[in-house]
């Protein structure tokens, strides 16, 4: 795509740049062994647990679990975006950022669209003073104080006023054509149609809509009762900026700058409805609330949550409305329902909102609630299982047609994998899982998978190549000369797609470093997942004896894709259902197996 800056120069850039120098020049660093450490600048610790490795170039601090590389280092402590911190690094190094078909970002576009984010810093500034100085205000913070806020929190949130006037911020900001034309753009004045403005927001209490950089990009309006017959034409008791080039209601979240800002490790985001739910709850010291804008839960929403987080809880009404959204929250949760997630539905007494309950029984007893509302899966069956009787093979067989294509469109593993168990057992049916045979392996095809985990305490096979290949990316193209990964294609074990993916990468650019490797899955899951990784130190650090150890992984995966493979074809076998392509591949794989036992006999 024209404009994008080319991953083969972010590579090269990540291999140019030293992390320590980079970490160094705002936080400084002591040496301690083979890596750096200091305080995390992330969250406040007296004892330092924030670790900088130079052989990874990666960062990773223990304490709150931030983590990256040079980029992310520079994008979360000085706020930039990915593009921005590229443009630093390479400014750093003397060298010029090349963008895909040559087309760089026009300075111009830049220029507007910085201007458009320096005016709604205006306004936020503006709103918030409004609510200190303007006469009409004493009713606005009248209402804050009935809803129990303190100034603490209306500052937190930037929390402002909008006089009862068609013109006053048109008057006040509006001060040139160019600037009126602003205000405009980003929907804080309507132009009618004669060519004249006047204030979108009138007679409000006003929130800022903050992005993840903190930057004032829209507001939202709770309209406040008055004495006199009220004038605003949008007189719905919340009224949201438009979308704008800054703002699409779809992507942003209430709160959620305020959240992060507030805890660097985030036990759960929980999603209410309103701007004053999540400033109420912050009042009770609840700082994990945030509000959608107008619009359903969007799967944008969802990504960016469990980017933050492992646990998501959506608080609802208990009303045939509140029962609604949920439903489709959970229905928009199922592709992001991975390993390791959680998601609860949380639904509220007839008449109460978060603001009001929580008043009533007070922060302890309304997280209690939060930790015993209904999982995701508790709350999927229940809602399938209310609508079919499954005392009844009838019944049965409607949860299965219903149930099957909404499991299938979560992610492989094992939770994926549980959830189709606990349909088996309420549809009393044994199923084949979506891009199976059909046909179920025998114990000793199971025995073989379950055998490729060993303890709890123990890494899986894959896991422990993945763990080995972000410590020394080297050992890949060490195994690639004498190996090549086409039986490893066949192996479907959790996690295997990921070993191949890096494998396959590695194979394509074998100079990358660990954080370098970890950028490829920015702004996913699975960064986080390898960077978690990534953390590992080995007992002794000897390349070879890691090459060594690396090949009988890799050796022991390849067999067992061979066993395994067996089995499926032996299973076809046995039903009858092999074709002549399979028979082929059967014989030659009996053949390799006969070998291989032959070759480990002792002479």
Not at 480 to 497: R, S
Request: proline fraction near 5%; hydrophobic fraction near 35%; charge should be neutral.
């Amino acid at each position: 795509m024209a404009g994008r800056i080319p991953q083969q120069f972010i590579d090269d850039l990540l291999n140019r740049v030293d992390i320590v120098e980079v970490v160094d020049s705002r936080v400084p660093l002591k040496k301690k062994g083979k890596e750096y450490m200091a305080c995390c600048p992330f969250h406040s610790e007296k004892t330092p647990s924030f670790t900088v490795s130079q052989n990874k170039q990666f960062y990773h601090c223990f304490g709150c679990k931030a983590n990256g590389s040079a980029i992310g280092f520079l994008m979360e402590y000085e706020h930039l975006s990915f593009p921005e911190a590229i443009e630093e690094l390479a400014r750093t190094q003397g060298i010029e950022v090349p963008y895909e078909g040559g087309q760089r970002p026009d300075p111009a576009i830049k220029k507007a669209q910085t201007d458009l984010y320096e005016l709604m810093q205006e306004v936020d500034k503006y709103f918030q003073q409004q609510l200190r100085q303007h006469p009409q205000a004493k009713s606005a913070v009248s209402y804050l104080k009935e809803r129990g806020l303190s100034g603490e929190i209306a500052k937190d949130f930037g929390i402002g006023f909008a006089s009862d006037s068609w013109d006053d911020l048109l008057k006040t900001l509006g001060t040139s054509p160019e600037r009126e034309k602003g205000l405009v753009t980003t929907g804080m004045l309507i132009k009618k149609d004669n060519g004249k403005c006047y204030d979108r927001f009138r007679n409000r209490i006003m929130f800022p809509i903050r992005d993840r950089r903190g930057r004032c990009i829209a507001f939202g309006g709770r309209i406040l009762p008055s004495d006199t017959p009220n004038t605003d034409k949008e007189g719905a008791k919340y009224l949201n900026s438009p979308e704008t080039p800054l703002f699409h209601k779809g992507r942003e979240l209430y709160g959620l700058y305020e959240a992060r800002q507030a805890l660097r490790d985030i036990p759960r985001l929980m999603v209410v409805e309103g701007y004053m739910d999540v400033v109420a709850l912050a009042q009770f010291d609840l700082r994990y609330a945030v509000a959608t804008l107008g619009t359903a839960t969007t799967a944008d929403h969802i990504q960016r949550l469990f980017q933050l987080t492992t646990e998501v809880v959506f608080c609802f009404d208990g009303d045939r409305a509140g029962k609604d959204a949920a439903w489709r929250a959970l229905q928009t949760c199922l592709p992001e329902m991975r390993d390791g997630r959680e998601t609860r539905f949380m639904f509220l007494p007839e008449g109460e909102d978060p603001d009001s309950y929580i008043r009533k029984v007070g922060k302890e007893a309304f997280e209690t609630e939060i930790k015993q509302a209904s999982t995701f899966s508790e709350y999927l069956f229940k809602q399938l299982t209310d609508e079919a009787d499954i005392s009844g093979i009838g019944g049965r067989a409607k949860l299965v047609e219903k149930a099957r294509p909404m499991l299938s469109q979560m992610p492989e593993g094992i939770y994926r994998k549980l959830m189709f168990e606990q349909l088996e057992k309420l549809g009393r049916v044994e199923l084949s899982q979506p891009g199976s045979t059909g046909i179920t392996r025998t114990n000793r095809a199971k025995d073989r998978r379950q055998s490729t985990t060993n303890a709890k305490t123990q890494m899986s096979p894959v896991r422990k190549a993945i763990t080995l290949l972000l410590f020394q990316p080297a050992l890949a193209l060490a195994w690639f000369k004498k190996n090549n990964d086409a039986e490893l294609t066949k192996l479907d074990l959790p996690g295997m797609e990921l070993l191949l993916e890096v494998l396959e990468i590695l194979r394509n650019s074998p100079d990358l470093s660990t954080s370098a490797l970890i950028e490829r899955w920015r702004d996913t899951p699975t960064a986080n997942h390898l960077a978690t990784l990534a953390t590992w130190q080995p007992e002794l650090d000897d390349s070879k004896a890691l090459e060594i150890e690396f090949s009988a992984l890799m050796d022991a995966l390849k067999k067992q894709a061979v066993d395994l493979r067996y089995d499926d074809l032996q299973a076809k076998l046995d039903h009858g259902t092999l074709n002549e392509a399979e028979m082929s591949e059967y014989k030659m794989l009996l053949q390799q197996i006969y070998n291989a036992k032959s070759a480990s006999k002792p002479e």
